[in-house]
């Protein structure tokens, strides 16, 4: 595996972004802040201000704030990791994001809404869910029981809940093969890609929950199934909702829940498009190394996404927490970072014409080393396939 940069040898090292992480905490907020503006101006369009907040100040903010290449001291992972304030700094969003789903079926319901403020409601309450996705991300590869049950309810709300599941179990271990339906290939646009990694994931969920609770001699159908109990707690809430501020909430919380999916779905397509393990000579996979994800060292974003983008330490070490991962030279790198990103990802032929070159270079252009879909294989060796005339494009070893 490739060495991580280091840029202090300080035993005392202090996390000169520790306070900053407290921005992810308060950010489910936004649309209450959206909500506000409306009741001022009387205008819905004011309600769309979640969604530029992430995807128009964000991306144009990113220059401002640069890139951090930076890794904690070694001899300092111990104590960053054991520092309660990273792990409290997301449990405290969970009451947050629960008060602004609610808020907001409770908007919906009691404001005499045209359609476009509705969709902007549900838009921006399902951005503060996609966070929930990430923070039910981070917790649920903890182990101790506090920060299970908390995966459980950031990841419900959306009804997501077999993710921790399916994450751990199926993506972590078969990530960057033909098995996973969590890498994109190259040549696979994001709509392909939802399309299949979304239903993929419950499939694969499902298996993994009823091999399990076979072996213990039970059936799937069982309430000691996480995903039921899961599910359950989902449809529990669902009905709530609809019970507390009627029928007319039911498209809020289906559609919140969706668009949290489509983002999670962005971040899974970006983070391993194209790459793949190579087979050793007993028929296995080789171990997962930095240049199988990529990464991007944009500050806000990593600030907001609780360092997602440095994804190859992630994978490296899935019991690492966020404040711990750290940036490898080698690993290939995103030109954005991920908001800026996913726009380009929802535009399937601006996202070939800026990533397509970018795995190329970083495979040293030796096609046979890419994760690439049938029907564009032969697109991709025209343009990028020469591997001995491109000697100065380092490879991903």
């Given at each position: 595996?490739?060495?991580?940069?280091?840029?202090t040898?300080?035993?005392?090292?202090?996390?000169?972004?520790?306070y900053?992480?407290?921005?992810?905490?308060?950010?489910?907020?936004?649309?209450?802040?959206?909500?506000?503006?409306?009741?001022?101006?009387?205008?819905?369009?004011?309600?769309?201000?979640?969604?530029?907040?992430?995807?128009?100040l964000?991306?144009?903010?990113?220059?401002?704030?640069?890139?951090?290449?930076?890794?904690?001291?070694?001899?300092?992972?111990?104590?960053?990791?054991?520092?309660?304030?990273?792990r409290?700094?997301?449990?405290?969003?969970?009451?947050?994001?629960?008060?602004?789903?609610?808020?907001?079926?409770?908007?919906?319901?009691?404001?005499?809404?045209?359609?476009?403020?509705?969709?902007a409601?549900?838009?921006?309450?399902?951005?503060?869910?996609?966070?929930?996705?990430?923070?039910?991300?981070?917790?649920?590869?903890?182990?101790?029981?506090?920060a299970?049950?908390?995966a459980?309810?950031?990841?419900?709300?959306?009804f997501?809940?077999?993710?921790?599941?399916?994450?751990?179990?199926?993506?972590?271990?078969?990530?960057?093969?033909?098995?996973?339906?969590?890498?994109?290939?190259?040549?696979?646009?994001?709509?392909?890609?939802?399309?299949?990694?979304?239903?993929g994931?419950?499939?694969?969920?499902?298996?993994?929950?009823?091999?399990?609770?076979?072996?213990?001699?039970?059936?799937?159908?069982?309430?000691?199934?996480?995903l039921?109990?899961?599910?359950?707690?989902?449809?529990?809430?669902?009905?709530?909702?609809?019970?507390?501020?009627?029928?007319?909430?039911?498209?809020?919380?289906?559609?919140?829940?969706?668009?949290?999916?489509?983002?999670?779905?962005?971040?899974?397509?970006?983070?391993?498009?194209?790459l793949?393990?190579?087979?050793?000579?007993?028929g296995?996979?080789?171990?997962v190394?930095?240049?199988?994800?990529?990464?991007?060292?944009?500050?806000?974003?990593?600030?907001?996404?609780?360092?997602?983008?440095r994804?190859?330490?992630?994978?490296?070490?899935?019991?690492?927490?966020?404040?711990?991962?750290?940036?490898?030279?080698?690993?290939?790198?995103l030109?954005?970072?991920?908001?800026?990103?996913?726009?380009?990802?929802?535009?399937?032929?601006?996202?070939?014409?800026?990533?397509?070159?970018?795995?190329?270079?970083?495979?040293?252009?030796?096609?046979?080393?890419?994760?690439i879909?049938?029907?564009?294989?032969?697109?991709?060796?025209?343009?990028?396939?020469?591997?001995?005339?491109?000697?100065?494009?380092?490879?991903?070893?």
């Open positions: 595996m490739s060495t991580a940069s280091t840029t040898k300080d035993p005392e090292y202090k996390d000169p972004k520790k900053y992480w407290a921005a992810a905490t308060v950010l489910p907020l936004t649309p209450i802040l959206s909500v506000w503006l409306f009741w001022q101006s009387g205008n819905e369009w004011v309600l769309w201000s979640t969604f530029a907040l992430f995807y128009i964000v991306p144009l903010a990113e220059g401002l704030f640069g890139t951090d290449k930076s890794n904690p001291p070694r001899e300092a992972i111990g104590a960053l990791r054991d520092d309660q304030f990273y409290w700094a997301i449990f405290a969003a969970m009451p947050l994001i629960y008060i602004v789903w609610a808020f907001g079926g409770w908007f919906v319901s009691t404001e005499n809404l045209g359609l476009n403020g509705y969709i409601t549900t838009i921006g309450t399902g951005m503060v869910l996609g966070g929930a996705l990430n923070a039910g991300h981070e917790t649920g590869h903890r182990r101790d029981k506090t299970q049950i908390f459980r309810l950031f990841l419900s709300i959306s997501m809940g077999h993710f921790r599941i399916e994450h751990n179990l199926g993506h972590h271990v078969k990530v960057a093969t033909k098995e996973d339906s969590a890498t994109a290939m190259m040549g696979q646009n994001y709509y392909q890609f939802t399309w299949k990694e979304l239903p994931g419950y499939v694969r969920a499902w298996g993994i929950e009823r091999d399990r609770l076979n072996r213990m001699g039970k059936s799937a159908f069982n309430f000691r199934n996480e039921i109990q899961n599910w359950l707690l989902t449809f529990a809430l669902y009905t709530a909702m609809v019970v507390a501020f009627g029928w007319i909430t039911l498209p809020y919380v289906l559609g919140a829940g969706l668009f949290a999916n489509l983002m999670l779905s962005s971040a899974n397509y970006i983070e391993h498009y194209g793949i393990r190579a087979k050793r000579d007993d296995k996979y080789e171990r190394q930095p240049h199988h994800s990529w990464n991007a060292n944009h500050i806000l974003s990593n600030v907001l996404l609780l360092h997602l983008q994804h190859s330490d992630h994978h490296a070490h899935a019991e690492r927490p966020y404040q711990c991962l750290r940036h490898f030279d080698k690993s290939p790198q030109p954005y970072g991920y908001f800026t990103m996913y726009l380009i990802a929802w535009t399937p032929s601006l996202w070939f014409r800026i990533v397509d070159p970018l795995l190329a270079r970083q495979l040293g252009h030796d096609m046979d080393k890419a994760y879909k049938d029907s564009y294989r032969e697109k991709a060796y025209a343009r990028y396939h020469r591997p001995d005339g491109d000697a100065g494009v380092a490879a991903a070893e």
